[in-house]
């Protein structure tokens, strides 16, 4: 089933200049880019967009991180898209990602791991909705 999921290309994608490196593995793993948007997250935005891992010892660097530079916001279709996209990235920490994944060929750490991903559909339409309007959107899905 066709579904729709989002990435975020973090500040350190758009610092080393891979945006088009990233969005290029995205397309040839078959996503098409439905939405794409730069901006940068203000600490509140951020914040709240993570709200999730605010008991977490990590919180507080991962706003400061997210809000550094600016990021894209890509809204990205494909069957079973969600799992899709985290298998195209690789795990977490890019040192247990698989060979040839996007985290595993160009991040540094954990923290800065070039890429998020939704990991639910229900999170997908959550995040998507979070960067995107409906008009904002191409609508592909039947
Ligand atoms: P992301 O997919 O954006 O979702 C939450 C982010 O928190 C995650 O990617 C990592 O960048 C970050 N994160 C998760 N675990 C840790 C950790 N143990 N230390 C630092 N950052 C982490």
Not at 55 to 79: G, Q, W
Not at 109 to 129: C, F, G, R, T, V
């Amino acid at each position: 089933m066709v579904e729709r999921t989002l990435a975020i290309l973090k500040p350190d994608c758009v610092r080393k200049n891979l945006i088009g490196k990233v969005i290029d593995q995205l397309l040839n793993a078959g996503f098409q880019v439905t939405g794409m948007k730069m901006l940068k997250l203000s600490k509140a935005s951020a914040g709240q967009f993570y709200l999730v891992h605010k008991e977490r010892p990590f919180y507080s660097d991962l706003i400061a991180f997210m809000t550094e530079n600016r990021v894209v916001a890509l809204a990205l279709e494909k069957d079973n898209a969600v799992k899709a996209l985290r298998k195209t990235i690789g795990a977490t920490d890019p040192a247990e990602a698989e060979e040839n994944t996007v985290r595993k060929l160009y991040a540094d750490s954990k923290q800065h791991n070039i890429i998020h991903a939704s990991d639910s559909p229900e999170n997908a339409k959550i995040e998507l909705d979070f960067f995107f309007s409906d008009r904002e959107l191409i609508d592909n899905i039947s």
